[in-house]
């Protein structure tokens, strides 16, 4: 036997949902607007389908699924290409928005996605067999960016992501590399995003401005994903 599972998303309206879609290289495979709202996209393998339902938040959505593929590298890259074209720019906060490549600590580098309906696409690729959570660092700025991580994308709490990041910026006696410094602010600078917080977000990118130019050359290529989300959060 072979099996697919397909999910089944939610939506407010249709149209604004296809359209991200569309941008993303995806192909409106099927639609129709009676007896009720659905529509169906298809790029490769993967396939989604949506649904309207009038009384319904995204901002509030806990809806997502997760993609596997074996070019997890390639298809960001090509979703931040086409979304670009579409909105003029990388969407990084709000709806919808693309976050950053992450090698996690369970075995996947992964990005999460989440569409105009506010259902969370987590894309991923599997970089070990094993794939439970590994232990969290016993260093004090490691251990804060693990935790950090794990609220802000795995949990989608935002808010708890920041109150790590703050607290462990703010020890007096202990201070982070430049590499650990730079992590955390990134991420600090896309929760201040997420919160609405612009004044926060602006004094983080700031200062993560100034850790850069603190990292020698040979550790630039540690911290690539972390310069490409700078880059992106920028705009």
Same mark, same amino acid.
């Given at each position: 036997?072979?099996?697919?599972?397909?999910?089944?998303?939610?939506?407010?309206?249709?149209?604004?949902?296809?359209?991200?879609?569309?941008?993303?290289?995806?192909?409106?495979?099927?639609?129709?607007?009676?007896?009720?709202?659905?529509?169906?996209?298809?790029?490769?393998?993967?396939?989604?389908?949506?649904?309207?339902?009038?009384?319904?938040?995204?901002? &509030?959505?806990?809806?997502?699924?997760?993609?596997?593929? /074996?070019? %997890?590298? *390639? #298809?960001?890259?090509?979703?931040? !290409?086409?979304?670009?074209?579409?909105?003029?720019?990388?969407?990084?906060?709000?709806?919808?928005?693309?976050?950053?490549?992450?090698?996690?600590?369970?075995?996947?580098?992964?990005?999460?996605?989440?569409?105009?309906?506010?259902?969370?696409?987590?894309?991923?690729?599997?970089?070990?067999?094993?794939?439970?959570?590994?232990?969290?660092?016993?260093?004090?700025?490691?251990?804060?960016?693990?935790?950090?991580?794990?609220?802000?994308?795995?949990? &989608?709490?935002?808010?708890?992501?920041?109150?790590?990041? /703050?607290? %462990?910026? *703010? #020890?007096?006696?202990?201070?982070? !590399?430049?590499?650990?410094?730079?992590?955390?602010?990134?991420?600090?600078?896309?929760?201040?995003?997420?919160?609405?917080?612009?004044?926060?977000?602006?004094?983080?990118?700031?200062?993560?401005?100034?850790?850069?130019?603190?990292?020698?050359?040979?550790?630039?290529?540690?911290?690539?994903?972390?310069?490409?989300?700078?880059?992106?959060?920028?705009?």
């Amino acid at each position: 036997m072979a099996e697919k599972t397909i999910p089944i998303l939610p939506c407010r309206t249709i149209q604004p949902v296809l359209d991200f879609y569309t941008a993303l290289g995806f192909e409106v495979t099927f639609q129709q607007t009676s007896p009720n709202p659905y529509a169906v996209v298809e790029r490769g393998g993967i396939e989604l389908q949506f649904f309207g339902l009038k009384r319904y938040e995204p901002t &509030e959505s806990y809806s997502t699924c997760y993609v596997l593929t /074996d070019d %997890v590298d *390639g #298809l960001h890259e090509s979703f931040r !290409t086409g979304l670009k074209a579409a909105y003029g720019k990388i969407p990084t906060r709000g709806l919808p928005r693309i976050g950053a490549l992450k090698d996690m600590s369970y075995g996947m580098r992964q990005f999460l996605m989440t569409d105009p309906g506010g259902n969370c696409i987590r894309i991923g690729q599997p970089t070990s067999e094993d794939q439970h959570h590994r232990p969290a660092p016993k260093e004090t700025f490691a251990r804060a960016l693990h935790h950090a991580s794990l609220l802000a994308d795995s949990k &989608e709490d935002p808010a708890a992501a920041a109150k790590v990041i /703050d607290r %462990v910026l *703010g #020890l007096e006696d202990e201070r982070p !590399t430049p590499v650990q410094r730079l992590r955390l602010l990134v991420l600090r600078v896309d929760v201040a995003g997420r919160l609405s917080d612009g004044e926060t977000a602006a004094s983080a990118l700031a200062e993560a401005d100034a850790v850069v130019a603190q990292i020698g050359a040979q550790e630039r290529e540690s911290v690539q994903d972390d310069l490409d989300r700078l880059a992106e959060l920028r705009t």
